[in-house]
């Protein structure tokens, strides 16, 4: 293509092969110089060092290529920089002064109600101290938490623990120290001490134990000597009658009923009447315990009498204790209980009542009672009161229980881990009598509960009861005793709506008087 005489040029070369491009081998500079320099410079320019590996492998350029490969690769490993930490020398701490400063700049202040930042140096006229005075009497306020000790507040608020110790033994001579209730407020003075690390001597305690009863505990010559100061206090039940309109439950809130003692009211009154059948123009009477100290607190307790005039009728029921439970009966002393007894055990039903094939057994036959499914060791409880005629073993059931209650009716508890209730105890609906076991023919922990009536098993899951009591004698006497006196409790509210009714028949006629004139 071009002469090589009058380019400059020797001979040219054209070399390659394969895929790889043509290259062009131009003569070196230094070819006119014969030394051994000149000759490996025009070797090394005529070396071609970027070779196809994937071209004529196995020839002479293909290694030259492979060992320049290789050579760059370990002069770039030689020449990578080291992975290393690289340390650093830790700051000093800060001093007291620059720390206080780093505060002072920051949002610490407010944060820490602002103690923070530069003091103001003392100056000449600044006199140290050499002893701090102390305040010689310190007012302090205590409450008893729930759950909270009495001596244990005593010594949250700085009384030692052997005074605070005597000052509880002298509080339970007056009142147990259980019955003091969470919330009462104890205000305390401690007087002054001889030496700071010690704690301060208990001046004063004043605080109400009871609604009716208040203590103060007072230094005297040195000694502590506790002080009962009584409070007057009228337990005159509070009597509200009024209309029941379109909602007992409204009209009593509205007159003043508290929610609860209308709750309970209703309950009372719904044992001989439909709550339906109660007109809007019947009354309601409600009596509820109700108590006034001199110092000006109320305390307002449970529901005492119920009462629904309607008509010509009335119906009156009064709470009264009889064997230990509260229990409404009529003015004539007649006591009725309606209800359902209450599963024994807390499980899930596996078998109930009827004929089913025994899975020991291995034959149908008539299943008396209901399986109750619980873990071992569960409690089991009296479905409703009664006296326990038998307990221990027996047969097939195990360790097994019997209640005989009113009625003709008994329930029978079986396959029992373990027997709490005693033959002739009288036990209450919901008292333990047992665990759950799997004693007797029995697969697994469960409960056996079967119920009868006059002897013959019944259905659990159908039974309902009612019990009837007659009050007699000296209990009905103190009954109605108590009936007539509550009955002659002043009304509080004036008769509700029957004194609306006066006042406005009253202003009516005075209108009417007025404009006659």
């Not at 001046?203 to 103060?216: G, P, V, Y």
């Not at 809130?253 to 339906?276: C, D, H, T």
């Not at 001199?294 to 629904?308: H, P, Q, Y």
Request: net charge positive.
């Amino acid at each position: 293509m071009f002469q090589s005489g009058s380019q400059g040029y020797g001979d040219q070369a054209y070399a390659g092969g394969g895929a790889r491009a043509l290259t062009v081998v131009k003569p070196s500079r230094f070819s006119l110089v014969a030394s051994p320099i000149g000759g490996a410079v025009d070797r090394l320019a005529g070396a071609d060092l970027v070779v196809d590996l994937g071209a004529r492998i196995g020839s002479r350029e293909w290694f030259q290529g492979l060992f320049t490969c290789l050579a760059l690769c370990t002069a770039a490993g030689m020449m990578a920089p080291s992975f290393k930490p690289v340390r650093f020398p830790s700051e000093t701490s800060m001093a007291p002064s620059q720390y206080e400063q780093a505060r002072a700049l920051a949002i610490a202040p407010l944060g820490l109600g602002g103690d923070t930042g530069h003091r103001v140096a003392s100056t000449s006229a600044v006199e140290p101290l050499t002893d701090t005075p102390e305040r010689p009497r310190v007012e302090l306020s205590a409450t008893i938490g729930q759950g909270d000790g009495f001596a244990r507040v005593l010594e949250r608020a700085g009384v030692s623990r052997d005074e605070a110790s005597h000052v509880s033994s002298l509080v339970s001579d007056a009142v147990p120290l259980s019955d003091l209730n969470a919330g009462t407020h104890m205000d305390m003075v401690l007087g002054r001490r001889a030496v700071k690390t010690d704690p301060r001597p208990l001046e004063t305690l004043d605080f109400r134990a009871r609604f009716d009863l208040k203590l103060s505990v007072q230094r005297v010559d040195g000694q502590l000597r506790l002080k009962r100061i009584p409070i007057a206090v009228d337990n005159t039940p509070l009597r509200i009658q009024g209309r029941v309109g379109s909602s007992l439950y409204q009209s009593a809130r509205n007159a003043g009923v508290p929610g609860g003692a209308i709750e309970a009211f209703i309950k009372a009154v719904s044992q001989k009447l439909s709550m339906r059948s109660i007109g809007s123009d019947a009354r309601f009477d409600a009596i509820v315990e109700h108590a006034r100290a001199e110092t000006g607190e109320v305390k307002i307790g449970s529901l005492l009498f119920a009462g629904i005039t309607q008509g010509g009728k009335k119906t009156q029921m009064l709470k009264w204790t009889n064997g230990g439970r509260d229990q409404w009966y009529e003015a004539s002393g007649v006591g009725e209980t309606k209800g359902v007894m209450r599963q024994p055990v807390l499980g899930r039903l596996t078998s109930s009542f009827g004929l089913r094939r025994h899975p020991i057994l291995g034959f149908s036959r008539m299943h008396q009672g209901m399986d109750f499914g619980a873990p071992m060791g569960a409690p089991i409880v009296a479905a409703t009161d009664g006296i326990v005629s038998f307990a221990g073993r027996h047969g097939g059931h195990g360790n097994y229980v019997r209640l005989n209650h009113s009625g003709g009716i008994s329930t029978g508890y079986a396959h029992m881990s373990r027997i709490i209730a005693r033959p002739g105890e009288h036990v209450r609906q919901g008292q333990l009598i047992g665990y759950v076991g799997s004693t007797g023919l029995s697969t697994g922990p469960h409960l056996h509960y079967e119920v009868f009536r006059n002897g013959q098993a019944i259905n659990p899951a159908s039974m309902k009861f009612t019990t009837v009591q007659q009050l007699t004698g000296r209990d009905l006497a103190n009954f109605r005793a108590k009936l007539n006196n509550l009955l002659s409790v002043r009304i509080a509210n004036g008769g509700g709506e029957k004194k609306a009714e006066k006042s406005a028949e009253a202003n009516k006629g005075a209108k009417d008087k007025s404009k006659k004139g």
